[in-house]
């Protein structure tokens, strides 16, 4: 293949759904799954292969399949299943490795993706990474043997069970009495979120939960202000406890309180930091994080760790520091009991211990609330988003935010999982500059 061909971002490969070799396609599908297959295990051992609902993705996960029986490894297709049940699946059985075709909250059409999973279930370290995109130049097919492709879609309801038993031993009457409002997103939780919390106590009021390969993430889900503005309004009207909006692969949740007020993943680390039955030493939050939850944890002596963006990095950052409880302001959210963000957990053990606390969930927002500085962001295409990372605006960057220590910061950063781009956040002290900073920053892209 290609030298140029596209390599793995923030989050798997990800991409337009096209010929080429910059885009998503059956070959790159096909390469993919080879050199999984020649990376992980040996002769007849199992990689999974699941998918979300999207147009392309049956193709993609086929071409997938056919890559990995090529190595000499044997395929368990899983059918669509949410990326966290994927890992889940990989790390509780015989598999060596599990391939998720996703473009996980991506609202484009024309994009799909594809994320890897190790023996472990969790996502893939740099140095992984790297040598799987070696791989995808020099794999060869097994010269003997060629694996079986086999349909399993049982496997999901021991996940189904594992979420519920997160909850404990009472988990059929964790949500009793509670009214949720969820939006699916027409993504790959639709299958099986409504009847998990239904199973759990709860009144479910679902929408967006009828996938038809075209309505993934289209004005819905967690990665759509449109439509978490609708969800707050159902919550309202229904006199609901609270609205759970997942993305296309449930990776990610996003909750609204009793008023339509959304709560991020700052505020989920925030009240599962309250847990006394699993109080943390310390949480993990990215770059992108709020700085007042250092302040706001510091009062009940729990420490604030920042990683760089992605979920594979607050993963990694907690198994360096000891911890296991971290994740992302977009709601990835990491809660130790599997190595990877999972939407559904998350909700689960948030609206437990917000139940359980006797708080409603917009006391929780107000209580995180009096400490958050000032924030502002912008989502900007641009010709060369990578051009962010260049020494002359790094250096520019830096040196604001070494001006204003720990009143103010501003983050400057290509997107991980969308072409040309740009993301800028600033908070506190940085909010009132934020118009003159991203003039320089663009100024000095356009420059280098």
Same mark, same amino acid.
């Given at each position: 293949?290609?030298?140029?061909?596209?390599?793995f971002?923030? +989050?798997?490969?990800?991409?337009?759904?096209?010929?080429?070799p910059?885009n998503?396609n059956?070959q790159?599908?096909?390469?993919l799954?080879l050199?999984?297959?020649?990376?992980f295990?040996?002769e007849n051992?199992?990689?999974?292969?699941?998918?979300d609902?999207?147009?392309?993705?049956?193709?993609?996960?086929?071409?997938?399949?056919?890559?990995?029986?090529?190595?000499?490894?044997? #395929? !368990?297709?899983?059918?669509v299943?949410p =990326?966290?049940?994927?890992?889940y699946?990989?790390?509780?059985?015989?598999?060596v490795?599990?391939?998720?075709?996703?473009?996980?909250h991506n609202?484009d059409?024309r994009?799909n993706?594809?994320?890897?999973?190790g023996?472990?279930?969790?996502?893939?370290?740099?140095?992984d990474?790297?040598?799987?995109?070696?791989?995808?130049?020099?794999?060869?097919?097994? /010269?003997?043997?060629?694996g079986? #492709?086999?349909?399993?879609?049982? !496997?999901?309801?021991?996940?189904?069970?594992?979420l519920?038993?997160t /909850?404990? %031993? &009472? $988990?059929? @009457?964790?949500?009793n009495g509670?009214?949720?409002?969820?939006?699916?997103a027409?993504?790959?939780?639709?299958?099986?979120?409504?009847?998990?919390?239904?199973?759990m106590? &709860?009144?479910?009021?679902? @929408?967006?939960?009828?996938?038809?390969?075209?309505n993934?993430?289209?004005d819905c889900?967690?990665? =759509?202000?449109?439509?978490?503005?609708?969800?707050g309004?159902l919550?309202?009207?229904?006199?609901?406890?609270?609205?759970?909006a997942?993305?296309?692969?449930a990776?990610?949740?996003?909750?609204v309180?009793?008023?339509?007020?959304q709560? +991020?993943?700052?505020d989920f680390?925030y009240?599962?930091?309250?847990?006394?039955?699993?109080?943390?030493?310390g949480?993990?939050?990215?770059?992108?994080?709020?700085?007042?939850?250092?302040? /706001?944890?510091?009062?009940?002596d729990?420490?604030?760790?920042r990683?760089?963006?992605?979920d594979?990095?607050? =993963?990694?950052m907690?198994?360096?520091?000891?911890?296991?409880l971290g994740?992302?302001?977009?709601?990835?959210?990491?809660?130790?009991?599997? %190595?990877?963000?999972?939407?559904?957990?998350t909700?689960?053990?948030v609206?437990k211990?917000?139940?359980?606390?006797?708080?409603?969930?917009?006391?929780?927002?107000?209580?995180?609330?009096?400490?958050?500085?000032?924030? +502002?962001?912008?989502?900007l295409?641009v010709?060369?988003?990578?051009?962010?990372? $260049?020494?002359?605006v !790094?250096?520019?960057?830096?040196a604001?935010?070494?001006?204003?220590?720990?009143?103010?910061v #501003?983050i #400057?950063?290509?997107s991980? @999982?969308? %072409?040309?781009?740009? !993301?800028?956040n600033?908070?506190?002290?940085?909010?009132?500059?934020?118009?003159?900073i991203?003039d320089?920053?663009?100024?000095?892209?356009a420059?280098?």
């Amino acid at each position: 293949m290609s030298e140029g061909m596209i390599g793995f971002g923030t +989050d798997g490969i990800r991409g337009i759904y096209a010929p080429g070799p910059m885009n998503v396609n059956e070959q790159l599908g096909m390469h993919l799954g080879l050199a999984t297959g020649t990376k992980f295990g040996a002769e007849n051992d199992v990689v999974l292969v699941g998918e979300d609902p999207r147009w392309s993705s049956e193709a993609l996960a086929d071409a997938a399949a056919a890559g990995v029986a090529a190595a000499g490894r044997n #395929v !368990r297709r899983v059918g669509v299943v949410p =990326s966290p049940c994927l890992a889940y699946m990989v790390s509780m059985s015989e598999a060596v490795a599990g391939i998720m075709i996703t473009a996980s909250h991506n609202e484009d059409l024309r994009e799909n993706g594809l994320k890897v999973f190790g023996p472990d279930g969790a996502k893939l370290s740099d140095a992984d990474e790297q040598h799987l995109e070696q791989l995808l130049h020099t794999a060869k097919p097994h /010269a003997d043997i060629h694996g079986t #492709v086999v349909e399993d879609t049982s !496997r999901v309801q021991n996940y189904v069970q594992f979420l519920r038993e997160t /909850a404990g %031993p &009472a $988990h059929c @009457t964790t949500f009793n009495g509670a009214r949720f409002v969820m939006d699916f997103a027409n993504g790959a939780a639709s299958y099986i979120g409504p009847e998990l919390f239904m199973r759990m106590g &709860a009144e479910v009021l679902a @929408t967006n939960h009828t996938p038809d390969g075209r309505n993934i993430n289209q004005d819905c889900g967690a990665a =759509s202000s449109e439509g978490l503005l609708r969800l707050g309004d159902l919550v309202e009207g229904a006199k609901a406890d609270g609205g759970i909006a997942f993305d296309g692969d449930a990776d990610r949740v996003v909750i609204v309180d009793e008023q339509g007020w959304q709560l +991020d993943g700052d505020d989920f680390l925030y009240i599962l930091a309250h847990n006394p039955e699993r109080k943390p030493t310390g949480v993990v939050t990215t770059i992108m994080g709020n700085l007042g939850l250092k302040r /706001a944890l510091r009062d009940i002596d729990v420490d604030v760790h920042r990683s760089d963006v992605g979920d594979r990095q607050v =993963s990694k950052m907690l198994r360096e520091k000891g911890l296991f409880l971290g994740g992302e302001p977009s709601g990835h959210i990491i809660t130790g009991h599997l %190595p990877t963000g999972d939407g559904m957990l998350t909700a689960i053990q948030v609206m437990k211990q917000v139940r359980a606390s006797g708080k409603s969930l917009l006391e929780w927002r107000r209580q995180l609330e009096k400490y958050r500085l000032p924030e +502002d962001s912008l989502k900007l295409t641009v010709p060369d988003s990578s051009k962010a990372n $260049h020494p002359q605006v !790094r250096a520019y960057v830096d040196a604001v935010n070494a001006a204003h220590g720990d009143k103010g910061v #501003v983050i #400057v950063r290509p997107s991980g @999982t969308e %072409p040309n781009i740009l !993301r800028l956040n600033a908070q506190g002290t940085l909010v009132e500059e934020f118009s003159k900073i991203r003039d320089n920053v663009l100024g000095l892209m356009a420059a280098v």
